[in-house]
């Protein structure tokens, strides 16, 4: 039996792009999907439902498939984390120790564990954030996350475990929709634009945040996983950087292609998440130990978003 790939929280706005990519890849049979739910999309390869707090069911589907790589998407995002903080951390603490343990065990050989930006805090250096820096997040799900790289940095010393991990920006992607996020605006801005001409905004006009264009992200996250172990130095997590812009730069984007397109602003709960976190993003470690660079600019990436979500829309995909 070959050895396969499980991705854990495959319904979600990362998962749902990597599955079809790691398939392109690895072929469709050799990657497993899972998730608490059915996805609504059709997928074709093999799908499993797992509570990933079921470390039980998580084992019997990796001996099932033999799965020996791991990617763990599954965790509850900072605006839906804050609602919830109680459940963010056990889901978000607990699914990552089960995999943890696994790779420790040798029952896996690999894992890819996604850390945020939300690591960053108030306290932190708002321009070309270093990648070692003041972390003191101020949100249940940064908390989560800087606990979670300390813990994959201390399996790595103590058991050497192979776990890798990048600092995603906030992330923009056309093929499913927002996930809860604090930077998902950026993604409701183009349905909203495309669907009414207008969007309302619970961040201020000049908010800038570190984004990613999706099929930027999917690429990192599967180069980090193909490089060769002795050139990932950071087994915490690796910083990333994509593009920053804020809500008026985005919407002055999307009116070169929509001239009615309307913005309006009203800030809640989320504006005080946004202003703890950082602007821009220095990511020249993961430039110089795994070749990273991003493809993608704000006017490519909506030059292309509005492209492909006009078709979807059209064709009722979403």
Same mark, same amino acid.
């Given at each position: 039996m070959s050895e396969t790939i499980l991705v854990i929280g495959s319904s979600g706005q990362i998962g749902t792009e990597l599955v079809e990519e790691l398939?392109?890849?690895y072929g469709n049979q050799n990657v497993i999907a899972s998730d608490i739910k059915e996805p609504n999309n059709s997928q074709e390869g093999p799908f499993e439902t797992l509570n990933i707090l079921d470390k039980d069911q998580l084992l019997s589907?990796?001996?099932k498939h033999n799965v020996k790589e791991v990617y763990?998407?599954?965790a509850l995002l900072s605006a839906t984390a804050e609602k919830n903080p109680e459940f963010a951390w056990e889901l978000n603490m607990n699914s990552l120790f089960h995999v943890l343990n696994l790779a420790k065990d040798g029952i896996i050989n690999k894992i890819f564990?996604?850390?945020s930006i939300a690591v960053f805090g108030p306290t932190t250096p708002k321009q070309n954030t270093p990648q070692s820096t003041i972390m003191e997040?101020?949100?249940?799900?940064?908390?989560?996350?800087?606990a979670g790289e300390r813990w994959c940095e201390y399996y790595h010393k103590k058991y050497n475990v192979d776990v890798r991990s990048i600092r995603y920006p906030?992330? !923009?992607? *056309?093929?499913?929709?927002?996930?809860?996020?604090?930077?998902?605006?950026a993604v409701d801005i183009f349905h909203q634009a495309i669907k009414t001409r207008q969007y309302k905004c619970f961040l201020n006009e000049s908010s800038t945040l570190p984004m990613m264009y999706m099929p930027d992200a999917i690429k990192a996250t599967i180069q980090i996983m193909q490089a060769p172990s002795e050139q990932i130095k950071i087994r915490s997590s690796y910083n990333l950087a994509g593009i920053s812009f804020n809500p008026k730069e985005i919407s002055d984007e999307i009116k070169k292609h929509f001239s009615d397109?309307? !913005?309006? *602003?009203?800030?809640?709960?989320?504006?005080?998440?946004a202003d703890s976190w950082p602007q821009s993003i220095d990511d020249?470690?993961?430039?110089?130990?795994?070749n990273w660079h991003s493809n993608y600019n704000l006017e490519t990436m909506t030059n292309d978003m509005i492209k492909n979500l006009e078709q979807l829309l059209k064709q009722n995909k979403i």
């Amino acid at each position: 039996m070959s050895e396969t790939i499980l991705v854990i929280g495959s319904s979600g706005q990362i998962g749902t792009e990597l599955v079809e990519e790691l398939r392109k890849i690895y072929g469709n049979q050799n990657v497993i999907a899972s998730d608490i739910k059915e996805p609504n999309n059709s997928q074709e390869g093999p799908f499993e439902t797992l509570n990933i707090l079921d470390k039980d069911q998580l084992l019997s589907i990796i001996n099932k498939h033999n799965v020996k790589e791991v990617y763990l998407l599954a965790a509850l995002l900072s605006a839906t984390a804050e609602k919830n903080p109680e459940f963010a951390w056990e889901l978000n603490m607990n699914s990552l120790f089960h995999v943890l343990n696994l790779a420790k065990d040798g029952i896996i050989n690999k894992i890819f564990w996604p850390s945020s930006i939300a690591v960053f805090g108030p306290t932190t250096p708002k321009q070309n954030t270093p990648q070692s820096t003041i972390m003191e997040p101020s949100t249940v799900y940064g908390i989560s996350k800087q606990a979670g790289e300390r813990w994959c940095e201390y399996y790595h010393k103590k058991y050497n475990v192979d776990v890798r991990s990048i600092r995603y920006p906030g992330l !923009i992607g *056309y093929k499913s929709l927002p996930g809860g996020g604090t930077t998902d605006y950026a993604v409701d801005i183009f349905h909203q634009a495309i669907k009414t001409r207008q969007y309302k905004c619970f961040l201020n006009e000049s908010s800038t945040l570190p984004m990613m264009y999706m099929p930027d992200a999917i690429k990192a996250t599967i180069q980090i996983m193909q490089a060769p172990s002795e050139q990932i130095k950071i087994r915490s997590s690796y910083n990333l950087a994509g593009i920053s812009f804020n809500p008026k730069e985005i919407s002055d984007e999307i009116k070169k292609h929509f001239s009615d397109f309307e !913005i309006f *602003y009203e800030e809640d709960f989320r504006q005080q998440i946004a202003d703890s976190w950082p602007q821009s993003i220095d990511d020249s470690h993961a430039q110089i130990d795994w070749n990273w660079h991003s493809n993608y600019n704000l006017e490519t990436m909506t030059n292309d978003m509005i492209k492909n979500l006009e078709q979807l829309l059209k064709q009722n995909k979403i």
